[in-house]
């Protein structure tokens, strides 16, 4: 069982575009919070395993139903008031508003961390990890003959930056080395510990 921080549930959530790093991040808190985490492509690869040839149409409605089933673990977890760490490509208008109806019916406090870094970084990550991702993601089809200017709604960074209030950090990934990943722990820490 999670622990319980203060006197509401907390859901610490890291987004941002593909590539800008927030499975590593959201592994290393998971562990460090002894938090539950739920990872939208985590899901997605799990629903693929059991697939074969997936391509970048089927692709695309696995990640459909991969979000349905996070939203539905969130709300396992918000009824039984425990923490949870989030992690996946939040589209700020859908994800805010699900956000703003689960907190009619459960009360807890969001924090959100946005990842980011520059477009020409994100579409390099992206190319180079093509061989090492999951099938399920069809990666080599989805950025065959793919430009960088093709992308630009992809990895524009705003595109993932949610509506929780003042319960945010930005963090720039385009250097993980330069990342003070001590002090991003101590943040969520203390929302973790006055929400």
Same mark, same amino acid.
């Given at each position: 069982?999670?622990?319980?921080?203060?006197?509401? =549930?907390? %859901?610490?959530?890291?987004?941002?575009?593909?590539?800008?790093?927030?499975?590593?991040? *959201?592994?290393?808190?998971? =562990?460090?919070?002894?938090?539950?985490?739920?990872?939208?492509?985590?899901?997605?690869?799990? $629903?693929?395993? +059991?697939?074969?040839?997936?391509? #970048?149409?089927?692709?695309?409605?696995? +990640?459909? *139903?991969?979000?349905?089933?996070?939203?539905?673990?969130?709300?396992? /977890?918000?009824?039984?008031?425990?923490? %949870?760490? $989030? /992690? +996946?490509?939040?589209?700020?208008?859908?994800?805010?508003?699900?956000?703003?109806?689960?907190?009619?019916?459960?009360?807890?406090?969001?924090?959100?961390?946005?990842?980011?870094?520059?477009?020409?970084?994100?579409?390099?990550?992206?190319?180079?990890?093509? %061989?090492?991702?999951? #099938? +399920?993601?069809?990666?080599?089809?989805?950025?065959?003959?793919?430009?960088?200017?093709?992308?630009?709604?992809?990895?524009?960074?705003?595109?993932?930056?949610? !509506?929780?209030? @003042?319960?945010?950090?930005?963090?720039?990934?385009?250097?993980?080395? @330069?990342?003070?990943? !001590?002090?991003?722990?101590?943040?969520?820490?203390?929302?973790?510990?006055?929400?």
């Amino acid at each position: 069982m999670s622990p319980q921080y203060g006197a509401r =549930t907390a %859901v610490v959530i890291v987004t941002g575009p593909p590539a800008s790093g927030k499975t590593t991040l *959201a592994a290393r808190l998971a =562990t460090d919070l002894t938090l539950p985490r739920i990872t939208k492509d985590g899901i997605k690869e799990a $629903l693929a395993d +059991g697939l074969e040839g997936v391509d #970048h149409e089927l692709s695309r409605a696995l +990640g459909r *139903a991969s979000w349905a089933v996070l939203w539905h673990l969130l709300e396992l /977890e918000l009824a039984a008031r425990r923490s %949870v760490l $989030l /992690e +996946g490509n939040f589209t700020a208008a859908d994800a805010s508003a699900r956000l703003e109806r689960l907190a009619q019916m459960y009360e807890f406090a969001a924090f959100q961390i946005h990842c980011f870094a520059s477009a020409d970084v994100l579409y390099r990550r992206c190319t180079e990890r093509i %061989v090492q991702r999951h #099938h +399920g993601h069809a990666d080599a089809e989805r950025f065959a003959g793919v430009e960088l200017s093709d992308l630009e709604e992809v990895f524009d960074a705003d595109r993932y930056r949610l !509506d929780v209030g @003042s319960q945010s950090l930005s963090l720039d990934t385009g250097s993980p080395d @330069s990342l003070d990943y !001590d002090s991003v722990l101590e943040a969520v820490r203390v929302h973790m510990l006055t929400a």
